[in-house]
């Protein structure tokens, strides 16, 4: 089975948009789910941003993010890189699929030839790389 990497975006979007009748949360758990500890470390730092209402907001979606990931494995991946190129390097290196809605970390998937998933108007977007 393979894995899926969740980076902080794709967590903050799953854990706060339940969507009746979409079966993608499902889809995702049907597959090994991982995340990296610097991805922890940033919704961590969201979940304590309340300067004003709109980080308040942002705040309370990332405390959530971080109660659903509470039984989600996490990887230390060290260098002193972006977590996003951690995140990139992390799934090269084990073959895994990244699940982002961040179009910077895509398209970097996309150039490394890693596997990827993102959410589109509610429905999940895979881009499979044939080129492995």
Known sequence: ???????TSFLIHVANNPIPGSNYLSEI???????INDVVKELSGISKDRKNFLKTKRSK??????QYIKN???EEV???????DKIIS???N????I?????GILNKATRHNIDSVTIEKQRLIWRINYNR
């Open 1 to 7: 089975m393979r894995t899926l990497v969740l980076d």
């Open 29 to 35: 758990q049907s597959y090994n789910l991982i995340t």
């Open 61 to 66: 979606e990332a405390s959530l993010a971080l």
């Open 72 to 74: 989600i494995p996490k």
């Open 78 to 84: 060290s260098g002193s890189e972006s977590t996003d």
């Open 90 to 92: 992390y799934a090269s």
């Open 94 to 97: 084990n073959h895994n699929i």
């Open 99 to 103: 699940a982002s809605l961040d179009r």
